[in-house]
DNA sequence: AGACTAAACGGACTGCGGTCCGGTTATATT
DNA sequence: AATATAACCGGACCGCAGTCCGTTTAGTCT
């Protein structure tokens, strides 16, 4: 799948950790979920999560690179899961649906996705040189891409891909859940409404 | 226009500001501009800011309030060239053209100005709480929202307004131009391509 | 078992944005 | 001119993310 550049399977891990690397690494991702439970995501700062999992701040970063990586790491489940629901699960939104159903249904999971795990989807793009290195972002890229295609878009289709996957940016749209009371369902409606316009035959 | 907390018109500061306030601001003003010139906006840091304009650092932070602030302030010029150009000038940006070819033009005055200062824009939309504090977003967001309207857009014009201004984020064009070597133009057509479809009648 | 080595460890250190508060000074008032 | 006061000034200070490097240790080879 997404290649990450530390381990992150639970069991697989296999032949190239250390033993002590890979109990701290449990030791920090439980931290980790620990200290969030307690503060929230913005309460938690590096020195506080090395001291609470007992490891040196050096080993924090060792293993995750920055603050951005770890909080990527803490997604990385429910991450890998909504991508193979899109690529791989039942329709609307894998495969077997019309293109158009499956990006209105892409969107509508992208958002709750995005409403569900709030603070930490913030975090996790932070990575101060450009939110998109996310390995995933260019996953969605590419499959709005290939829908659009798919849908008979005659234009400019990567380029477009972008601007819709703007339209679906975490800060935008916590900014209106949590701050204009949108409703996440009104956000569903007009994205439908978006891309059903930009992908509707002149 | 934009009401911005800090005095910032060259000569019309009035009856509000002490003279050595008003003289620390000009330094600042003019420090920053050589700092940027010399190191790119990354290289200004508030510290180094303080020392070459000889005063403390607390005065930089009561004057523009954080980093963003000074962006802004630094910013504020041209910014506000731009909107009066779309809001008071010649057509087809300024009134006068049809609503879908305004906002055409719209779009394309906005890629020019990201482009044009690009770090500087960047750096000002930092400000730690969101970028959707930055007084002219708001500008920006109802003047596209009138546009749709005026071009008999019949749904939820305000969230499309801020969907389509969400393909317009300087952190994406610039991602866009810099790391992908798009051509601005491509990004203007591009731009005309989205408004088009979404305005145009079932 | 003992020695070797590459990897992992930890915490002091840096540079940053931002805050705080005691001292200073411009301006208005009498 | 003397006084009062509100605004301003400066730089020590804080918490943060991220780096560096001397030390320790797990896994391997003989």
Redesign the interface.
Known sequence: MTSIPFRSGPDQAAAAERSDAARNRKRLLWAAKELISECGAGGLTMDRLAERAGVGKGTVFRRFGSRAGLMLALLHDSEVDFQSRFMFGPPPLGPGAPALERLVAFGAGRIAYVVEFGDLVLAAEDASR???DVPAAALWHRHIEVLLDDAGFD??SW??A??LG??L?P??LL??VR?HG?APE??V???R??VT??V?P?
């Open positions: 450009g939110r998109f234009a400019d380029l477009m972008g601007s703007a339209a940016d800060e935008r900014d209106l701050r949108v009104r956000l409606a007009s994205w409404d978006l316009r930009v509707r002149a």
